[in-house]
């Protein structure tokens, strides 16, 4: 038998040790949207909309919304919105409202957090949890229907 003809035994490989190689790389940009099937990684630029099928990972980033159907990586980036289908890690950033199924946030601020399972580490401040949104989502409605009513009757007595 010749050394060509001879199998070596190869390992599987594992999915979840390799990484996704990222679709769409956005580095030093303004971009009014970034829409990406699968990968999206955003180095030093700021978006309107970050749209990823996928993953999205924004490092010294700004964006207006980030929608990723898997998970979200942020590295001393902002958002104003970010809605996460998986999991999202976020260090040294901000966001206004984090809608994810699990988070672990590290050192970040966030506005409105609405996460079943969420990891707060070191210097994290949230301002509304999701108990705390829904109470004042139920309170803001309460006080706009009576306010509603309140001027509707104000305006028939004139007309």
Known sequence: MSEQDESVPVEPVNPAETPAPAERRVENTMACQINVDQNALIQNSMAGAIIAGQSAAADNS???AVVAGGSIEFNNSAAMVS???GTAQIANSST???FAPASTVEHSRIGVLIAPQA???K????IMTTQQALLFGAAFGMVAAVL???LRRRRSRRG
């Open 62 to 64: 700004v964006a207006g």
């Open 83 to 85: 809605v996460v289908g």
């Open 96 to 98: 206004g409202v984090l």
């Open 119 to 121: 990891a707060l580490g």
């Open 123 to 126: 210097d994290v401040k949230v």
């Open 148 to 150: 509603g009513r309140y």
